[in-house]
């Protein structure tokens, strides 16, 4: 005689979210939300989902409280920059009772163990495979401050680029500079066209002209900055202020005035973005745009936990205000 019992078994084993999604060609947020009697599913939805349940004999997995709901984060290096988004997402995760994992991208395959709800990166969504196989597995993911526009199925967190862009331009443009060069970032980066679209607004409304060869993208490393400032600085006529488009280069191209023999804020006034506690330690003290990042952390978080809930969002793509943050490294012309 058949042991179906034991067969029996097996099957609510084996049977996933995922699996009763697949059988009913809904997603594994829809048949969270029939599972936790949420009133947002279509009548004859919900009740093929409960039928498949049954047949399936799924039963929920137990998750006790050795084993809790945890975030993972995802970054390339722990600088500065990433350490305080990071302490967003952490502050945030204990609020909401989750845990916060943080990885390096080349630590290995993501976990898609049951305890994962949701996966946050700073700058770059995952490899199509990847964000494949997080989405089979029903785990969201939060893009922050990404360096290139994020595909349809993912959700991001970022500053207000254009906005920070011009407001620095705007700040050296009141102090009376006309020579103003744009040292940025990766050309192709979202980011980076966002804040040189800002800068070239700012200049045209002021009807100041941008100077041939004022505006250079090597990356937003010190090295480019330095590379980056020297390039401006040999210019003739050379720029009496240089908006750079991160901190980093901005101290960067300190550094390659500095090398010339120039006086930063006396010969060159430099404005940053990001302000990073870098910036209020260098010398001078940097002028920069602040971007928001412990609160684009905390952002990340509550908008993965939403959508890892089977919650609607507002928007795929929040951007935070940012703030211009005058200190010594800009003066008047």
């Given at each position: 005689m058949p042991d179906i019992g034991r067969g029996d078994a097996v099957s609510r084993r084996r049977a996933t979210l995922a699996t009763i999604a697949a059988a009913a060609g809904v997603s594994v947020a829809t048949v969270s939300?029939?599972?936790?009697?949420?009133?947002?599913?279509?009548?004859?939805?919900?009740?093929?989902?409960?039928?498949?349940?049954?047949?399936?004999?799924?039963?929920?997995?137990?998750?006790?409280?050795?084993?809790p709901a945890t975030v993972e984060v995802r970054v390339d290096e722990l600088s500065a920059y990433e350490s305080e988004i990071i302490k967003g997402t952490i502050e945030a995760g204990a609020a909401a009772g989750v845990s916060v994992v943080v990885t390096k991208r080349t630590a290995g395959p993501l976990d898609l163990t049951a305890g994962r709800r949701a996966l946050i990166t700073l700058f770059e969504e995952p490899a199509p495979a990847q964000l494949a196989a997080l989405t089979r597995a029903g785990l969201p993911v939060v893009v922050v401050d990404p360096l290139y526009l994020?595909?349809?199925?993912?959700?991001?967190?970022?500053?207000?680029?254009?906005?920070?862009?011009?407001?620095?331009?705007?700040?050296?443009?009141?102090?009376?500079?006309?020579?103003?060069?744009?040292?940025?970032?990766?050309?192709?980066?979202?980011?980076?066209?966002?804040?040189?679209?800002?800068?070239?607004?700012?200049?045209?409304?002021?009807?100041?002209?941008?100077?041939?060869?004022?505006?250079v993208t090597p990356g937003y490393c010190y090295r480019d900055g330095v590379r980056g400032g020297a390039a401006l600085l040999g210019l003739s006529p050379a720029p009496t202020a240089v908006f750079a488009a991160c901190d980093e280069a901005a101290l960067g191209a300190i550094h390659a005035a500095r090398a010339r023999g120039l006086r930063v804020p006396e010969d060159l006034s430099v404005v940053g973005f990001d302000d990073?506690?870098?910036?209020?330690?260098?010398?001078?003290?940097?002028?920069?745009?602040?971007?928001?990042?412990?609160e684009m952390g905390g952002v990340a978080l509550r908008t993965a936990l939403r959508l890892s809930a089977g919650e609607e969002i507002d928007s795929r793509h929040v951007e935070l205000a940012t703030e211009l943050v005058v200190r010594e490294s800009s003066l008047a012309a």
């Open positions: 939300k029939v599972l936790n009697d949420r009133s947002d599913v279509a009548p004859a939805t919900r009740a093929l989902v409960r039928a498949l349940l049954h047949e399936h004999g799924y039963v929920p997995p137990r998750r006790g409280p050795a084993q994020p595909g349809a199925l993912v959700t991001s967190v970022g500053p207000t680029n254009f906005a920070g862009g011009m407001s620095a331009t705007q700040h050296l443009l009141s102090l009376g500079h006309r020579r103003i060069a744009y040292l940025g970032g990766p050309a192709t980066a979202a980011s980076n066209q966002a804040r040189m679209h800002g800068y070239r607004a700012a200049m045209e409304a002021a009807d100041v002209p941008v100077l041939p060869g004022y505006v990073t506690e870098v910036a209020f330690m260098s010398s001078p003290r940097l002028t920069t745009v602040r971007q928001p990042l412990h």
